[in-house]
């Protein structure tokens, strides 16, 4: 420990008061007004702002501040004063640049004496909460130059008529413009906002108000919408070179209101050259303008899709009713595909794929394409017309493009059911036929109707081309198990599963001894092969090639139906016959042999029969013989069966009836799926979910529900809640 004492020291204030000369106040500040006074008359060359910042600074130091911050604001105003009257007396253009001069002259002033008085800007004027040097002085300015009697309607004037004159054509000064505007700004979003924007605006408004009245009397849509295009650009640009940003949404939506809005329904409406005028004459350019335009205006895209929709459900429902175009299913769908094709490239090119568009052209489609109950075997015959021979020599990519069309608007079918069942038919022939053009091409398309309604939509379909390869072995083994009929009538079978094909009447016929005989060792080779099944010949689907030897022995290879074959085999015996002879020889029903008699003996450069009398029809009193003269320059003739009329009534009625039935099953089994999931459900949520689970098929009648149902209860899969007669559960 240390035993030094403890030192006190004791300091003591000053003997002698330090006084202040009370004039010191009153000099300093001359010498700072002088100061000021320099900076404004620009002669601040001469001035030691060192010296100057120290005055200022024990000024503030000495409790001074208060003297100096008044006698700023009033030499301040005094010099603004006398700068007012400098700009009042500017004449024309040379008020604006004389306004510029002096703002820009009084900001450089405002910096220079800022930086002088940067003691009191940081100590005095925070602790006395008084308005900062730089905020004074624009403040200052606001008062006594902006908002001065005689400058403030004359700049708002002269500003507003600048604007007028560029919107009229004229070149201005949109520098100056800009300098000026930006003056406004920065004294305060309120002065910018109250002393140029709002008039602004409500002269902008005026102006377009009688302009778009004139351009809509003078001009149609599309070229009123250029102009409206035009002017919008033009504001969005004008904010962009000389106005506040934030100016940009106030002034389009003034274009936008009066330009557009208020015209939207007269211009969408416009005879000879509104909507329905684009869209009829593929204007891409004026509806993607109309689009973009729109878009900018509430409800305008809604009225603009409104429009559209009911037009196209117009045109669609014209288009599925058309009598004309009910006599060609291929046209019929070529001009649905067109339809689909446009409307795809409207709203791709023109309405930057916008889903609610989207959306509205599928449910259009929807609608009208299901007007017309014939639209399910019309694009089955259309894709039957394709794949036989209208995609011969077309790319494979192009065949896919084709196909996929198609599916687009097989989408649309609400009763794909019967689609399917005439797709069966038609594949059936082209297959059996060998007519296809392209295998891979109707994979293709299973493929896709797969996947648009599932496996068991298509299974039966796989199940033909199965039959189909499995024919081929089976044939190939036939003939190597006989070796014997190399030198006879060679037998081409197709096997063909009961359940996959659709079915088809057994139609029996008395076939040529050679043929009839060749049958008989083929059912006994392919039962001997296969145990369990029968077979049984569909005589009125096969074909046969035979070769005939006309008058002055031309030769030909004929290539006919079997019917036709039976016929022509008759005149191996005989030289003429009459129709009943033929009838009872052959057992063909009369109305194919009609058709098969017709074929050979009325179609020109095919007569490869005569009849007498001669005539289009075939009558029972007919009597028919080879025609010696028969010549083809082709070695190998195709003689085609005279088309059967399209479907009759009761062949029509047939067929619903049949998809009718196919129906019940699916519904039933709809209804169990979802009760054994549920347990509890009332009746309309049934319906709602039976409806919802098939209408990848077809569209679900509530009648037909209902019925199910019924049976269903009397089946005793459901029973009815006793409490509640509309509410049923499942019994497990």
């Known amino acids: 420990m240390s035993n030094q004492k403890k030192r006190i020291f004791q300091i003591e204030a000053f003997q002698n008061r330090v006084v202040v000369d009370p004039k010191y106040a009153e000099k300093t500040w001359k010498i700072l007004e002088h100061a000021i006074h320099e900076i404004y008359n620009h002669n601040a060359s001469g001035l030691s702002f060192e010296e100057l910042y120290r ?5 503030v130091l000495h409790k001074f501040g208060e003297k100096l911050y008044s006698g700023l604001v009033t030499t301040m105003t005094a010099h603004l004063k006398e700068i007012s009257k400098s700009i009042e007396a500017a004449q024309g253009n040379l008020f604006l640049e004389e306004l510029n001069r002096k703002w820009n002259d009084h900001n450089k002033a405002l910096q220079m ?84 924007e709002k008039p602004f605006l409500e002269v902008s408004a005026e102006f377009y108000r009688g302009e778009s009245q004139k351009f809509i009397e003078c001009y149609d849509c599309g070229d009123y919408l250029k102009k409206a295009e035009i002017r919008l650009n033009e504001e969005i640009e004008r904010v962009t070179h000389y106005l506040d940003a934030k100016s940009e949404g106030k002034i389009t939506n003034v274009v936008e209101k009066e330009m557009i809005a208020n015209h939207m329904m007269r211009l969408v409406h416009m005879e ?61 769908v070529q001009r649905l595909l067109d339809e689909k094709e446009k409307y795809d490239g409207i709203i791709s090119l023109a309405f930057s794929n916008d889903k609610t568009f989207q959306n509205a052209l599928n449910s259009s489609f929807e609608y009208f394409i299901n007007l017309n109950s014939r639209s399910p075997e019309f694009i089955s015959l259309f894709v039957d017309d394709k794949l036989r021979k209208g995609l011969k020599g077309v790319s494979e ?112 016929c008395h076939l040529p001894f050679e043929m009839s005989a060749l049958c008989e060792k083929f059912r006994s080779y392919y039962l001997g092969t296969h145990t369990g099944r029968r077979l049984s010949w569909q005589t009125n689907m096969g074909t046969a090639d035979i070769k005939a030897i006309f008058g002055k022995g031309q030769k030909h290879e004929l290539n006919v139906s079997t019917y036709q074959m039976c016929v022509l085999m008759l005149f191996n015996n005989a030289d003429r016959l009459c129709y009943k002879e033929i009838e009872q020889g052959t057992a063909i029903p009369a109305s194919h042999l009609k058709r098969c008699l ?135």
């Open 55 to 59: 005055n200022a600074y024990n000024m």
């Open 113 to 196: 004496i800022r930086d002088i008085l940067m003691y009191m800007d940081r100590t005095y004027i925070p602790d006395t909460h008084k308005t900062p040097v730089h905020e004074l002085g624009l403040n200052l300015w606001r008062d006594n130059i902006i908002h001065s009697g005689k400058i403030q309607s004359r700049l708002l004037s002269t500003l507003l008529e600048l604007v007028h004159r560029e919107r009229t054509g004229e070149v201005i000064d949109r520098g100056l413009m800009r300098n000026i505007v930006k003056m406004l700004m920065d004294l305060g979003s309120s002065v910018y906002q109250e002393d140029f």
């Open 272 to 332: 000879n050259s509104g909507l329905v005028n684009m869209l009829l004459n593929d204007k891409h350019g004026d509806l993607g303008r109309m689009y973009n335009l729109s878009r900018r205006v509430p409800n305008g895209l809604a009225m603009i899709r409104d429009v559209m929709t009911s037009h196209l459900r117009e045109t669609g429902k014209q288009l599925v009713t058309d009598a004309e175009s009910l006599k060609d299913p291929v046209e019929y």
């Open 397 to 508: 990519e192009d065949v896919e493009i084709i196909l996929d069309k198609v599916m687009m608007i097989f989408r649309y079918l609400q009763e794909k059911d019967v689609f399917e069942k005439y797709y069966k038919q038609h594949l059936a022939k082209r297959l059996l036929s060998g007519k296809t053009v392209s295998d891979d091409a109707e994979r293709s398309l299973i493929v896709n109707l797969k996947t648009a309604c599932g496996y068991q939509y298509t299974s039966k379909l796989e199940g033909m081309f199965t039959d189909m390869k499995t024919s081929q072995d089976t044939t190939q083994g036939f003939c190597s198990s006989h070796p014997e009929l190399t030198d006879g009538p060679t037998l081409v079978v197709q096997v063909l599963t009961t359940g996959s094909w659709p079915t088809q009447p057994s139609i029996t």
């Open 598 to 732: 017709q074929s050979m003996a009325c179609v020109k450069g095919k007569n490869v029969l005569r009849k007498e009398p001669m005539s289009k029809d075939i009558g029972e009193d007919d009597s028919f013989f080879v025609n010696e003269k028969f010549a083809s320059k082709f070695y190998k003739v195709k003689v085609g069966t005279v088309v059967a009329q399209k479907e009759s009534e009761p062949e029509k009625q047939e067929t619903r009836q049949r998809v009718e039935e196919d129906r019940k099953p699916q519904i039933e089994a709809a209804i169990v799926r979802i009760m054994k999931s549920r347990k509890v459900l009332d009746h309309n949520n049934i319906i709602a979910e039976v409806t919802k689970q098939l209408q990848s098929r077809f569209l679900a009648n509530p009648t037909e529900i209902k019925k199910r149902i019924e049976s269903l209860i009397e089946r005793e899969f459901l029973e009815r809640d006793n409490s509640d007669r509309k509410m049923y559960r499942y019994l497990a």
